[in-house]
């Protein structure tokens, strides 16, 4: 395993490794089929886990190469089968991991010199890396066919676990939302797309950097720190509007006109195409609602929510002839969980203004009005309704039927995959060194 991601902390442990591995640089540990496992390997992976958190029993130097030897058996066999990454959902997630970094070192050239090697160079190795790990999850997935499991099993799984394996359930709800927006005045926002079009006008004639203007100026906080930059970015990851005008730039040193898109307000620049992706820094700005406006808003939503509570109309009938969330709107307001796609929240996992309103609610009542920032960051005014609540308790096959039946068909799942890799074990070479035998494998089957 080639991955430079974690180069500093291996250099950092090298002189911390065992006694087995001070007297060389590199060595290799075990060879499975036709592919060697190096010590560096080891300790790369090693330090992954250990920046991620992971935690396992046992000594590392056991662990880790039987990981990576699992790795490379279902590699070879998905050679054998045929078995191969998708190009376009590899290089996705390789840009997305390319700009990440970027955010978390400043800049692309701050990253080469981070990792002492170019962003091309970088992207070979992420690539690479990517792709191992979806061949692998596709191999595994087709070991496992399709190995569905019945309400029986649930229910008999269940009954089998000791009283104090049952897992707690924590509270979850599910929550719909009704959001209303200040409707900000026309003078207000063409006060903000003047100015964007003097920011324009300034880069143009070459007085100042745009760099220099989204760290002082741009409302995405989080690109600004990088001179407005987004990283390489596909058409789908970018609202319609942004995408139309980033895509169609061809001088860098040319900015374009201003956008709207659902976040505000955008001027921006091109930096760098590379294939269907497009990299660009940009200003955004938001129109601010006056005193007066937000007042005008949270009457509307009293008169609203008056309505709802005088039955005149459902919550749902009122989100959808009012609610300003589009995505939401759809859903008669029932909000989803990016964390887990699901309609169910955890209290943790809500938003902190929704937490904080539906905290001593009961299934089926409605909040009064209150403000909160929305996920596109603006400010808005909503209510809120408890459409179910589960309170936290121990695990049942009546309430938590869909919960056990994941973690049952997950231990069925791993069944299947531990007796392929018994299987697999006995017609693949493998070759451990001496030195890395002394283990208690998770696998009998390595030392033949």
């Keep these: 395993m080639n991955n430079r991601l974690f180069a500093l902390f291996f250099l950092a442990v090298l002189s911390l490794a065992p006694a087995r591995s001070a007297s060389v640089i590199d060595e290799v540990a075990w060879i499975v089929g036709d592919e060697a496992i190096l010590l560096s390997d080891v300790e790369e992976y090693r330090q992954r886990l250990k920046y991620e958190g992971s935690e396992f029993e046992g000594d590392p130097y056991c662990y880790i190469p039987e990981q990576l030897a699992l790795q490379k058996l279902y590699l070879d066999q998905a050679k054998i089968d045929s078995i191969y990454a998708d190009d376009k959902v590899v290089s996705n997630q390789v840009e997305m991991r390319i700009n990440y970094l970027i955010s978390q070192v400043g800049s692309r050239e701050k990253l080469e010199e981070y990792f002492k090697q170019d962003i091309a160079s970088l992207r070979e190795e992420l690539t690479e890396m990517v792709s191992n790990q979806q061949i692998i999850q596709q191999m595994q997935r087709k070991i496992v066919g399709d190995a569905k499991v019945t309400p029986a099993e649930v229910k008999q799984f269940f009954n089998s676990l000791p009283e104090d394996s049952i ?132 009457a509307r939503l009293d008169s609203i929510a008056a309505v709802v509570d005088s039955s005149i109309l459902s919550f749902e009938q009122a989100v959808a002839l009012y609610s300003v969330d589009k995505g939401s709107k759809n859903s008669l307001g029932l909000m989803t969980n990016a964390k887990t796609g699901s309609s169910k929240f955890q209290m943790s996992e809500l938003p902190q203004d929704v937490a904080k309103a539906i905290y001593r609610l009961n299934q089926g009542e409605i909040t009064k009005p209150f403000m909160m920032i929305d996920s596109k960051g603006n400010e808005v005014y909503a209510i809120a309704k408890v459409k179910t609540l589960l309170k936290a308790h121990k695990a049942n096959v009546e309430d938590d039927f869909m919960a056990i039946k994941a973690a049952y068909q997950e231990q069925k799942n791993s069944e299947i995959l531990k007796a392929w890799v018994l299987e697999k074990q006995k017609s693949i070479y493998v070759r451990i060194d001496p030195k890395w035998r002394n283990c208690e494998f998770q696998y009998p089957g390595w030392i033949k």
């Design 167 to 298: 897992p707690d359930i924590p509270t979850q709800v599910e929550v719909q939302l009704l959001t209303v927006a200040p409707v900000i005045n026309t003078k207000t926002i063409e006060e903000v797309k003047a100015k964007l079009r003097g920011f324009k006008d300034r880069v143009d004639a070459k007085e100042t950097e745009f760099s220099t203007l989204a760290i002082l100026y741009s409302e995405d906080k989080e690109s600004a720190k990088h001179g407005g930059e987004l990283g390489f970015m596909g058409r789908g990851q970018l609202v319609p509007e942004f995408a139309d005008v980033a895509f169609s730039l061809r001088d860098p040193s040319r900015v374009s006109k201003v956008v709207e898109t659902e976040f505000g307000f955008h001027i921006i620049q091109l930096i760098e195409k590379g294939g269907d992706k497009v990299n660009v820094r940009h200003i955004l700005m938001k129109p601010k609602a006056s005193l007066a406006e937000k007042n005008n808003a949270m």
